[in-house]
């Protein structure tokens, strides 16, 4: 089946590293994104990665991929307070373009 | 082009009042999705087209919601009888079939409250 599962809550301090991670059910996923988004808004997306790779790296942003484990991280370093939003974890599949599953999102706080 | 855009941004209606959403999607994007997020959730798939062919319909679309993309570029969602259950934050998104990372790109949504 499909699901995808995140901590709900990360508290991390300004100018640190935020590590979110998220853990997937199923292994036929072809990309997995990692979403923002802030109060009231719509989904920004931030960066995807292809299931055939390990790492994606993107300025601030680090994307670790586990197939073995169906673990997915991701890093941001510096946390700025401008980061504060919940971050999506989601998946898509090949063949079946018709939705992606997503987590149910992650909390960021940045404490000062 | 400015992204995918979405009208209106809020709605508050009576329960079962009939309302409806427009999605216009980014320019030349034939696909486009709508997705229901509720508090505290992720969003949830709800139907998607292909140009103007509805493609796929979730379970969650019950008989009183319809979607439509008439000329392939915008849609609407419909919802009749409104139900305080259908409070939500309703989201599109858009794609393009030749990109072969498939991403979908949202919209701000349309926060809905039925009282």
């Known amino acids: 089946g499909e699901d995808v599962e995140q901590s709900l809550f990360l508290s991390v301090r300004e100018g640190d590293s935020s590590v979110i991670n998220c853990t997937y059910t199923d292994s036929s996923s072809t990309y997995l994104y990692w979403y923002k988004q802030e109060p009231g808004a719509g989904l920004q997306l931030l960066t995807y990665i292809f299931s055939n790779m390990d790492m994606k790296q993107d300025q601030r942003l680090t994307v670790l991929l586990n197939k073995k484990d169906k673990h997915l991280s991701l890093r941001i370093a510096d946390t700025q307070t401008g980061d504060s939003a919940i971050y999506f974890c989601?998946?898509?599949?090949?063949?079946?373009?018709?939705?992606?599953?997503f987590g149910k999102g992650t909390r960021l706080h940045i404490l000062p | 082009d400015t992204g995918v855009s979405q009208d209106p941004r809020h709605k508050i209606t009576k329960r079962g009042q009939n309302v409806t959403f427009r999605c216009d999607p980014i320019?030349?994007?034939?696909?486009l999705y709508w997705y229901r997020q509720t508090l505290g959730q992720g969003p949830e798939f709800l139907t998607y087209?292909?140009?103007?062919?509805?493609?796929?319909k979730s379970r969650l679309l019950s008989d009183r919601f319809s979607a439509e993309r008439p000329k392939g570029s915008f849609s609407t969602l419909e919802i009749q009888r409104t139900e305080q259950g259908d409070s939500a934050m309703y989201l599109c998104?858009?794609?393009?079939?030749?990109?072969?990372?498939?991403?979908?790109?949202f919209g701000p949504g349309t926060r809905l409250t039925v009282l």
């Open positions: 998104a858009s794609s393009l079939l030749a990109d072969s990372t498939d991403t979908q790109y």
């Open positions: 989601a998946e898509t599949f090949m063949n079946r373009d018709d939705k992606i599953i």
């Open positions: 320019s030349e994007h034939n696909r």
């Open positions: 087209f292909q140009n103007e062919a509805q493609l796929e």
